[in-house]
Each structure stands twice: as structure tokens, then as C-alpha cells.
């Protein structure tokens, strides 16, 4: 059973950091791309980041580039998003997923929890 627990996640200032870990079991983590998504309140999904394996290649949509960097350490079966210089329309719902969100087809047994970003002065 695919489980993905998250953590971090809060509120923060403008222009703050955070970082949301996501330890991942039940399945083969090191064989596996990991994503990033995102809800805002009444908001669509927002894609916002995956990292590939074993080659740690990281992508990024243009809305968070240069702000956020994802990691992972496939010894620990986590994946890491290090979110800084933070926006007010960064506040959303943060969820990692199993495999590369943007190809779609990922069931939601797949996903992280959700971790609550919160961003306000």
C-alpha cells in the first residue's frame, strides 16, 4: 500500500521560507518520480514541481522557478520542497505525489495528505 506522509507547512510572512517533507512507503521509491501540486481555495490543481530518478533532474512551473527547489533523498524515501522568498498567492493546500503528476492518471491512494501553506503579513 502506496503511503505518503507529509509534514511542514504553516504560516509564514510574506517573503518567508518553509520546507514540506514527504516520506514515501509501500512501494519502490528510488524507481519513481516524485511531484508536487498545489490547491489554492477554489482554485484548479497547480502542478508546480518533479524530480526524476536516479538523475535528481528537477523541473519547475514558471509560477514558482527560483523560488522553490525540490530534493529528494532516496536513501530515506523522502522528498523534499524547500519553498522560499514566499508569496501571499502561495497559500494553498501542498500535496507530493507518486510519479509525474503532469502525465496525469495518478490516483489520489497516491497522494500525499496535504500539508496547508498559509502566506499573510
Do not use: H
Not at 42 to 47: K, R
Not at 72 to 87: M, S
Amino acid at each position: 500500500e502506496v503511503q505518503l506522509v507529509q509534514s511542514g507547512g504553516g504560516l509564514v510572512q510574506p517573503g518567508g521560507s518553509l520546507r514540506l517533507s514527504c516520506v514515501a512507503s509501500g512501494f519502490a521509491f528510488s524507481r519513481f518520480t516524485m511531484s508536487w501540486v498545489r490547491q489554492a481555495a477554489g482554485a484548479d490543481l497547480e502542478w508546480i514541481s518533479s524530480i526524476t530518478t536516479p538523475e535528481d533532474g528537477a523541473y519547475y512551473a514558471n509560477s514558482v522557478k527560483g523560488r522553490f527547489t525540490v530534493s529528494r533523498d532516496n536513501a530515506r524515501n523522502v522528498v523534499y520542497l524547500q519553498l522560499n522568498n514566499l508569496k501571499i498567492e502561495d497559500t494553498a493546500v501542498y500535496y507530493c505525489t507518486k510519479g509525474e503528476f503532469r502525465l496525469g492518471n495518478i490516483p489520489r491512494s497516491d497522494w500525499g495528505q496535504g500539508t496547508q501553506v498559509t502566506v499573510s503579513s
